[in-house]
């Protein structure tokens, strides 16, 4: 049995001092949670996300661990970490004492067990790092035990040493109890008939047995499997020709020609033109000229009988074979990758330059998740040019991913486009014209050229909208007013003096649609620092965007907010889409003034005494909702007649066709009544004015419907872009029942689909898909040239089928008329029966009443005359 002795006084000494110093060198993390209230000064603790671990290499538990948790970074990684994200950094709360550390590298300290209450922590001063890395060697331990007390036994400290861990086959079975996925996970969507939905569900009583239902496997014409490796032979054979060829050489000699006309004398001219013979001539063929020249006069000649008779005959009922053939795609490797295509829109004065809106290909959930790659990463808008399918010519930096964008028609250097984040931005591309035009100049007429040779010039946006003053939902849709009339602030078309498009139109889920004007507000009064301001020189644009609207930058808010009330019930709807009535203006004043991009014209707006009020405009716009209703209403504003304030008044008419949301509202540009209207599984064709429905309305299909564009060379075909990646052709006057034709596209979903007239002999169609690749495709001659009279036959279709609907409606009204007279009559019978049922019950009642009183009468006068006595 061993006992325990004390140490010495000198011992003691010694050991407590060495406690001591090691306790100031470094917390022993036996200390706990005491130590995590105290800590020392030259220690942080700090929370490092795991892309702030990948990005130095300490990540918890691979990089660092608890048996060797240390890690040296360098001191630039950290400052240039903290330059570039800012506040982002995990390291922006220590930043000006990493500043002030003399050395290079700091260390930094795996802490797993959360002694100063955070996973890491970093040293901030170097003779702690020292102490920590190279810890101070312990004195003779053996000099506190007293060499003359050999009789008891004395508790020597020792510093424990480390061993290697030996496996005994533990981790073995852990590895095989942790369930690990081989192959990524399944998804099944299940559906049932849509004959089915919303019907009244039945239960019943079945036995487990016949509970078995047999999942039979089939064919996935999406799904192939790609062949790796094939086993081919081949054998090369030389092809011989034999060929000669000789050439007769002449002797080379110098010819030449002359004539001289042979004419008759006068005295000759006068004998040929009195001759008999000259008489008989003319006297002859003069029938045949006259019918000749009748002919010239009635038809004309040089037209090509051909063309006219082959054009004839793919009218109406002629059947097409022709397909939509590709021409040209495009992707870019960087700016595509996992994105998809919001939108498309071809430059209206550029002949072959197309842009498209590239989007991050995320759900709401996964936005939320990932919101740190999207403010790294910019979005852009992608500028393609068919001559160079490989290199982008133009990006536009957009604040946030852009839905929809719209040039603007009178001004096509000017883009506006509305963002996921609710604002709206403006782009002025003035000073890469050459370059849009130009794709072999490889940037060298454009002021701002890329420092690679290849790479397409990067154009910060304008202006962008103040997002507290704007929509509080993702825009999706933007389009600009046109510029025969602009909209006062009550809601009023007034003269556009300037004939320039001033004014947007946005809309977004947020039940609102909302009215921009770009010129600048109206100043009442201009203060003296303002002068002062003006008065100095301008500072230099470090970006090199244009000052075009410097005006609006995070000042920008909308002049009339349009809400839409539902129609009978309480709350708003929430629009996607919307289309404007196509109004245009007849000036008798001559040229228009020239578009002025400077700060004095634009920037002021004109008085109300120079705005005449337009009484022709229509202020009616179609508005597509998200809830799949089509509703009619009107943007003019209504004044209060008690309180003076102005409203939005609620719609006039609403349509319920669709299941989902409504992705397509479009007018068609041969007539301007017809509106195209696309969603869930079907879409329909309204006529503006008819109240009573669609005049053309398709079946349902199997496959979801993304998105409609109409022809803009033929009245009778419009494009319908569907979930599976395919495009279906619809020729009115071919058949209204099925699409003419069906063409597979992609193996992604349709998102976008644009048609354009490159030439009389070229039109192209833009279809972009999910995975972010925009495919160009050439129209045939079957779709893109209009047979004779075409217009006239689909207006007429469009009468026939307006004439059908109002048919049925008074059909209708006649029915629920005679049915309403039928109920009134069979009403009045039955209550004429009733009636006459109570007249019976009462006379009746009448005569059991009177007959009782007869025989109380009748008693009473027996009893008087003692005829009848009491025991009677």
Same mark, same amino acid.
């Given at each position: 049995?061993?006992?325990?002795?004390?140490?010495?006084?000198?011992?003691?000494?010694?050991?407590?001092?060495?406690?001591?110093?090691?306790?100031?060198?470094?917390?022993? $993390?036996?200390?706990?949670?005491?130590?995590?209230?105290?800590?020392?000064?030259?220690?942080?603790?700090?929370?490092?996300?795991?892309?702030?671990?990948?990005?130095?290499?300490?990540?918890?538990?691979?990089?660092?661990?608890?048996?060797?948790?240390?890690?040296?970074?360098?001191?630039?990684?950290?400052?240039?970490?903290?330059?570039?994200?800012?506040?982002?950094?995990?390291?922006?709360?220590?930043?000006?004492?990493?500043?002030? %550390?003399?050395?290079?590298?700091?260390?930094?300290?795996?802490?797993?067990?959360?002694?100063?209450?955070?996973?890491?922590?970093?040293?901030?001063?170097?003779?702690?790092?020292?102490?920590?890395?190279? $810890?101070?060697?312990?004195?003779?331990?053996?000099?506190?035990?007293?060499?003359?007390?050999?009789?008891?036994?004395?508790?020597?400290?020792?510093?424990?040493?480390?061993?290697?861990?030996?496996?005994?086959?533990?981790?073995?079975?852990?590895?095989?109890?942790?369930?690990?996925?081989?192959?990524?996970?399944?998804?099944?969507?299940?559906?049932?008939?849509?004959?089915?939905?919303?019907? $009244?569900?039945?239960?019943?009583?079945? +036995?487990?047995?016949?509970?078995?239902?047999?999942?039979?496997?089939?064919?996935?014409?999406?799904?192939?499997?790609?062949?790796?490796?094939?086993?081919?032979?081949?054998?090369?054979?030389?092809? @011989?020709?034999?060929?000669?060829?000789?050439?007769?050489?002449?002797?080379?000699?110098?010819?030449?020609?002359?004539?001289?006309?042979?004419?008759?004398?006068?005295?000759?001219?006068?004998?040929?033109?009195?001759?008999?013979?000259?008489?008989?001539?003319?006297?002859?063929?003069?029938?045949?000229?006259?019918?000749?020249?009748?002919?010239?006069?009635?038809?004309?000649?040089? =037209?090509?009988?051909?063309?006219?008779?082959?054009?004839?005959?793919?009218?109406?009922?002629?059947?097409?074979?022709?397909?939509?053939?590709? %021409?040209? =795609?495009?992707?870019?490797?960087?700016?595509?990758?996992?994105?998809?295509?919001?939108?498309?829109?071809?430059?209206?004065?550029?002949?072959?330059?197309?842009?498209?809106?590239?989007?991050?290909?995320?759900?709401?959930?996964?936005?939320?998740?990932?919101?740190?790659?999207?403010?790294?990463?910019?979005?852009?808008?992608?500028?393609? *040019?068919?001559?160079?399918?490989?290199?982008?010519?133009?990006?536009?930096?957009?604040?946030?991913?852009?839905?929809?964008?719209?040039?603007?028609?009178?001004?096509?250097?000017?883009?506006?486009?509305?963002?996921?984040?609710?604002?709206?931005?403006?782009?002025?591309?003035?000073?890469?014209?050459?370059?849009?035009?130009?794709?072999?100049?490889?940037?060298?007429?454009? +002021?701002?050229?890329?420092?690679?040779? *290849?790479?397409?010039?990067?154009?910060?946006?304008?202006?962008?909208?103040?997002?507290?003053?704007?929509?509080?939902?993702?825009?999706?849709?933007?389009?600009?007013?046109?510029?025969?009339?602009?909209?006062?602030?009550?809601?009023? !078309?007034?003269?556009?003096?300037?004939?320039?498009?001033?004014?947007?139109?946005?809309?977004?889920?947020?039940?609102?649609?909302?009215?921009?004007?770009?010129?600048?507000?109206?100043?009442?009064?201009?203060?003296?620092?303002?002068?002062?301001?003006?008065?100095?020189?301008?500072?230099?644009?470090?970006?090199?965007?244009?000052? @075009?609207?410097?005006?609006?930058?995070?000042?920008?808010?909308?002049?009339?907010?349009?809400?839409?009330?539902?129609?009978?019930?309480?709350?708003? %709807?929430?629009?996607?889409?919307?289309? /404007?009535?196509?109004?245009?203006?007849?000036?008798?004043?001559?040229?228009?003034?020239?578009?002025?991009?400077?700060?004095?014209?634009?920037?002021?707006?004109?008085?109300?005494?120079?705005? *005449?009020?337009?009484?022709?405009?229509?202020?009616? /716009?179609?508005?597509?909702?998200?809830?799949?209703?089509?509703?009619?209403?009107?943007?003019?504003?209504?004044?209060?007649?008690?309180?003076?304030?102005?409203?939005?008044?609620?719609?006039?008419?609403?349509?319920?066709? &669709?299941?989902?949301?409504?992705?397509?509202?479009?007018?068609?540009?041969?007539?301007?009544?017809?509106?195209?209207?696309?969603?869930?599984?079907?879409?329909?064709?309204?006529?503006?004015?008819?109240?009573?429905?669609?005049?053309?309305?398709?079946?349902? =299909?199997?496959?979801?419907?993304?998105?409609?564009?109409?022809?803009?060379?033929?009245?009778?075909?419009?494009?319908?872009?569907?979930?599976?990646?395919?495009?279906?052709?619809?020729?009115?006057?071919?058949?209204?029942?099925? !699409?003419?034709?069906?063409?597979?596209?992609?193996?992604?979903?349709?998102?976008?689909?644009?048609?354009? +007239?490159?030439?009389?002999?070229?039109?192209?169609?833009?279809?972009?898909?999910?995975?972010? @690749?925009?495919?160009?495709?050439?129209?045939?001659?079957?779709?893109?040239?209009?047979?004779?009279?075409?217009?006239?036959?689909?207006?007429?279709?469009?009468?026939?089928?307006?004439?059908?609907? *109002?048919?049925?409606?008074?059909?209708?009204?006649?029915?629920?008329?005679?049915?309403?007279?039928?109920?009134?009559?069979?009403?009045?019978?039955?209550?004429?029966?009733?009636?006459?049922?109570?007249?019976?019950?009462?006379?009746?009642?009448?005569?059991?009443?009177?007959?009782?009183?007869?025989?109380?009468?009748?008693?009473?006068?027996?009893?008087?005359? &003692?005829?009848?006595?009491?025991?009677?």
């Amino acid at each position: 049995m061993s006992t325990k002795t004390s140490l010495s006084p000198e011992a003691t000494k010694k050991k407590g001092k060495a406690g001591k110093k090691n306790e100031d060198n470094f917390p022993s $993390p036996e200390a706990g949670a005491a130590e995590s209230h105290s800590r020392p000064d030259y220690i942080f603790p700090l929370v490092l996300t795991s892309i702030t671990q990948e990005l130095f290499g300490c990540r918890a538990d691979e990089d660092v661990t608890g048996e060797n948790p240390y890690k040296l970074i360098k001191k630039e990684d950290i400052v240039q970490d903290m330059k570039t994200r800012a506040a982002v950094s995990d390291f922006s709360p220590v930043k000006q004492r990493v500043l002030e %550390y003399p050395e290079d590298e700091l260390l930094l300290v795996f802490d797993r067990d959360f002694t100063f209450g955070q996973s890491f922590y970093l040293v901030l001063t170097v003779e702690a790092k020292e102490n920590i890395l190279k $810890p101070p060697v312990q004195g003779d331990e053996e000099e506190l035990i007293d060499d003359d007390d050999d009789e008891e036994d004395v508790i020597v400290p020792k510093t424990p040493e480390h061993h290697p861990w030996i496996s005994l086959g533990s981790e073995q079975e852990i590895e095989e109890e942790t369930v690990t996925h081989t192959r990524p996970r399944l998804m099944y969507k299940f559906s049932r008939p849509r004959r089915d939905f919303c019907s $009244p569900v039945r239960f019943s009583d079945r +036995s487990a047995q016949d509970g078995f239902v047999e999942c039979l496997s089939y064919q996935d014409k999406r799904f192939n499997i790609t062949e790796l490796e094939r086993h081919t032979a081949a054998q090369t054979v030389h092809h @011989t020709t034999d060929s000669s060829t000789q050439t007769l050489w002449r002797y080379p000699k110098n010819t030449w020609t002359q004539y001289e006309p042979r004419e008759f004398s006068p005295e000759e001219k006068k004998h040929q033109l009195q001759s008999e013979n000259m008489k008989n001539f003319i006297t002859s063929v003069l029938i045949r000229i006259d019918v000749a020249l009748q002919q010239n006069c009635i038809m004309n000649v040089f =037209s090509d009988d051909w063309t006219a008779l082959s054009e004839d005959d793919s009218a109406p009922t002629g059947k097409t074979k022709s397909q939509l053939k590709e %021409y040209q =795609s495009f992707t870019d490797l960087n700016l595509s990758k996992e994105k998809t295509i919001s939108h498309i829109q071809w430059h209206p004065s550029i002949s072959g330059v197309i842009a498209v809106a590239m989007t991050e290909r995320f759900t709401l959930e996964e936005r939320i998740d990932n919101s740190t790659k999207l403010l790294l990463n910019p979005s852009y808008i992608l500028f393609w *040019n068919l001559s160079d399918p490989i290199n982008p010519q133009l990006q536009l930096e957009c604040p946030d991913d852009v839905l929809s964008f719209q040039f603007c028609p009178s001004d096509p250097n000017i883009i506006a486009g509305g963002c996921f984040n609710g604002q709206i931005a403006l782009w002025d591309v003035s000073a890469h014209v050459d370059k849009l035009q130009d794709t072999r100049s490889d940037g060298k007429n454009i +002021s701002h050229a890329p420092n690679k040779k *290849n790479d397409a010039p990067v154009v910060r946006y304008c202006a962008v909208s103040a997002i507290e003053n704007g929509h509080k939902s993702p825009i999706t849709d933007v389009q600009w007013l046109p510029e025969t009339f602009e909209v006062s602030r009550y809601g009023i !078309p007034v003269e556009n003096s300037s004939h320039m498009c001033v004014q947007i139109v946005t809309c977004a889920p947020d039940s609102c649609v909302l009215f921009w004007d770009v010129r600048a507000p109206r100043v009442v009064s201009q203060s003296l620092t303002d002068m002062k301001k003006k008065s100095e020189k301008p500072l230099e644009n470090p970006h090199g965007v244009p000052d @075009t609207f410097k005006h609006l930058n995070l000042t920008w808010k909308p002049f009339i907010r349009v809400s839409l009330f539902k129609i009978g019930s309480s709350g708003e %709807y929430s629009p996607l889409k919307f289309s /404007l009535t196509d109004n245009t203006v007849d000036y008798s004043t001559g040229e228009r003034p020239a578009h002025s991009t400077g700060e004095g014209e634009e920037g002021s707006v004109p008085s109300a005494k120079q705005q *005449n009020p337009l009484e022709h405009i229509s202020t009616k /716009l179609y508005v597509g909702t998200e809830d799949g209703e089509l509703v009619y209403t009107d943007w003019k504003m209504e004044k209060d007649k008690e309180s003076g304030r102005l409203f939005s008044p609620r719609p006039t008419r609403r349509f319920i066709l &669709y299941d989902t949301l409504i992705n397509t509202v479009s007018r068609s540009p041969f007539f301007k009544d017809i509106i195209l209207t696309v969603g869930s599984w079907r879409f329909a064709v309204f006529k503006e004015g008819l109240t009573n429905g669609s005049i053309l309305q398709s079946r349902c =299909s199997q496959i979801m419907y993304t998105v409609g564009h109409w022809s803009p060379s033929r009245p009778a075909v419009f494009f319908i872009g569907k979930e599976d990646g395919s495009v279906e052709v619809w020729d009115l006057l071919e058949k209204s029942h099925e !699409p003419s034709l069906t063409q597979n596209i992609s193996t992604a979903s349709i998102t976008s689909v644009k048609a354009k +007239s490159i030439s009389l002999k070229q039109h192209l169609l833009a279809v972009s898909d999910r995975l972010g @690749t925009l495919h160009i495709l050439q129209i045939p001659w079957t779709l893109r040239r209009p047979s004779a009279n075409e217009m006239q036959i689909v207006k007429k279709y469009f009468e026939r089928e307006e004439e059908r609907l *109002n048919y049925f409606e008074k059909r209708q009204t006649r029915h629920d008329n005679a049915k309403k007279e039928t109920d009134t009559e069979e009403q009045r019978k039955k209550a004429e029966s009733v009636s006459h049922q109570k007249h019976e019950e009462e006379a009746n009642a009448e005569a059991q009443r009177e007959y009782e009183e007869y025989l109380n009468l009748e008693k009473m006068i027996l009893k008087d005359t &003692y005829l009848l006595t009491a025991d009677l």
